[in-house]
C-alpha cells in the first residue's frame, strides 16, 4: 500500500499500519525533519522498522532543497527523541580517496570511462590507507544508513 504524506506537515498521523517505513536519501530534504520522524514513528506498527539512508560527505544537491548533514550521533539522538527504542546506524562508504571521489564525480562523469577507473582506484587507496592509519570510513563516511525498531 503507497500513502502519500506530506512530510514537512505539521500534522501527526496515528495510523499505526505499517511494518517498515523506508526513509531513503529524504531525511536532508526536510527542514522540520524532527516532525518527519514522529509522523513515521506514528505511522509503524508497534513492532514496526524505520529504514532510511542520508548523505554526509556529499554535494548540496536540491529537490527542491538540501538542508542538512547528520552525524552517526546526531541520528541516534534523533532517532530516540521521535521514540525509536532501538536502532543501528552505520557509515556507508568513506575514506580519504572515496571521498574525494564522490566529490570530484560531477566533473569526472563528463568524461566517459574516466569514473570506471577513478573508483576502483579509490577503493584500494583507501584500502591500503587503512594498513598504516586509522579506519577512515568511521570519520569520513559518504554517508549513513540506519535501522530503527519501535
Do not use: W
Not at 24 to 39: A, D, K, P, S, T
Not at 113 to 135: A, E, Q
Amino acid at each position: 500500500m503507497d500513502l502519500e504524506i506530506d512530510l514537512k506537515n505539521q500534522k501527526l498521523y496515528n495510523v499505526k499500519q505499517f511494518d517498515y517505513i523506508l526513509l531513503m536519501n529524504v531525511l536532508e530534504h526536510i527542514y522540520n525533519f524532527n516532525n518527519c520522524l514522529n509522523i513515521c514513528y506514528n505511522l509503524n506498527k508497534d513492532s514496526g522498522t524505520l529504514v532510511g539512508s542520508t548523505p554526509f560527505f556529499f554535494r548540496i544537491h536540491g529537490s527542491p532543497n538540501d538542508y542538512f548533514r547528520y552525524t552517526k550521533r546526531t541520528l541516534e539522538i534523533i532517532l530516540k527523541k521521535a521514540g525509536y527504542s532501538e536502532f543501528l546506524v552505520y557509515p556507508l562508504g568513506g575514506g580519504i580517496f572515496l571521498s574525494f571521489y564522490s566529490n570530484i564525480f560531477l566533473i569526472t562523469s563528463k568524461i566517459p570511462l574516466l569514473n570506471n577507473v577513478l573508483l576502483p582506484i579509490s577503493l584500494v587507496l583507501d584500502k591500503f590507507l587503512r594498513i598504516f592509519t586509522k579506519n577512515y570510513k568511521d570519520i569520513m563516511p559518504i554517508g549513513y544508513f540506519f535501522i530503527a525498531k519501535k
